[in-house]
T-cell receptor, first 113, second 115 residues
Framework: NAGVTQTPKFQVLKTGQSMTLQCAQD?????MSWYRQDPGMGLRLIHY???????DQGEVPNGYNVSRSTTEDFPLRLLSAAPSQTSVYFC????????????FGQGTRLTVV | AQSVTQLDSQVPVFEEAPVELRCNYS??????LFWYVQYPNQGLQLLLK??????LVKGINGFEAEFNKSQTSFHLRKPSVHISDTAEYFC?????????????FGSGTRLQVQP
């Protein structure tokens, strides 16, 4: 039972570098999302997708891009990393619907120096 | 738009004591309510949720929560905690409409169970 798989688990970037955080789910969920977790701020929504080919912005989208070419994958791209993007990133997936349970990956701890 | 306030950032408690973690929300529309738990170095997992019906909801690991519409609260309780309950707990809401279907999280409460 893989569920939601995120890679890498840890990453250190230099300011200005780019990278892609990978997220894959094997539950055939239409809805996928990316959150960042910062101390004292809970989880904040970056981007989400309601199906392949459809993405939209959350509350903190600046500096991040996403795409959804398949149901299974939802990568998050940092185009030019900044120290303010140091955070723990979580990918989640769920069956479409406001009342359904979200399944989370184990997170990617990103440090930008 | 919704917001969630978790009034306590940390709650220390002794093993076998009862605990209550407080959550208040604000929303202009009807919401569904959730509690998620995050164990160290792991992702979040669902503890329980309130959708409709009985205001007292039971979840996994002996936790329960009570929805109070007039006070816009959804407090989490456990009558007797164990060391293994040490974790961070997040209250979350989702509006019942078609919208984003995304969860809005509180800032979290770290439960520290001491022997």
């Amino acid at each position: 039972n893989a569920g939601v798989t995120q890679t890498p688990k840890f990453q250190v970037l230099k300011t200005g570098q780019s990278m892609t955080l990978q997220c894959a789910q094997d539950m055939n969920h239409e809805y996928m999302s990316w959150y960042r977790q910062d101390p004292g701020m809970g989880l904040r929504l970056i981007h989400y997708s309601v199906g392949a080919g459809i993405t939209d912005q959350g509350e903190v989208p600046n500096g991040y891009n996403v795409s959804r070419s398949t149901t299974e994958d939802f990568p998050l791209r940092l185009l030019s990393a900044a120290p303010s993007q140091t955070s723990v990133y979580f990918c989640a997936s769920k069956v479409t619907g406001a009342n359904t349970e979200a399944f989370f990956g184990q997170g990617t701890r990103l440090t930008v120096v | 738009a919704q917001s969630v306030t978790q009034l306590d950032s940390q709650v220390p408690v002794f093993e076998e004591a009862p605990v209550e973690l407080r959550c208040n929300y604000s929303s202009s529309v009807s919401v569904y309510l959730f509690w998620y738990v995050q164990y160290p170095n792991q992702g979040l997992q669902l503890l329980l949720k309130y959708l409709s019906g009985s205001t007292l909801v039971k979840g996994i690991n002996g936790f329960e929560a009570e929805f109070n519409k007039s006070q816009t609260s959804f407090h989490l309780r456990k009558p007797s905690v164990h060391i293994s309950d040490t974790a961070e707990y997040f209250c979350a809401v989702s509006d019942t409409g078609v919208g984003r279907r995304a969860l809005t999280f509180g800032s979290g409460t770290r439960l520290q169970v001491q022997p």
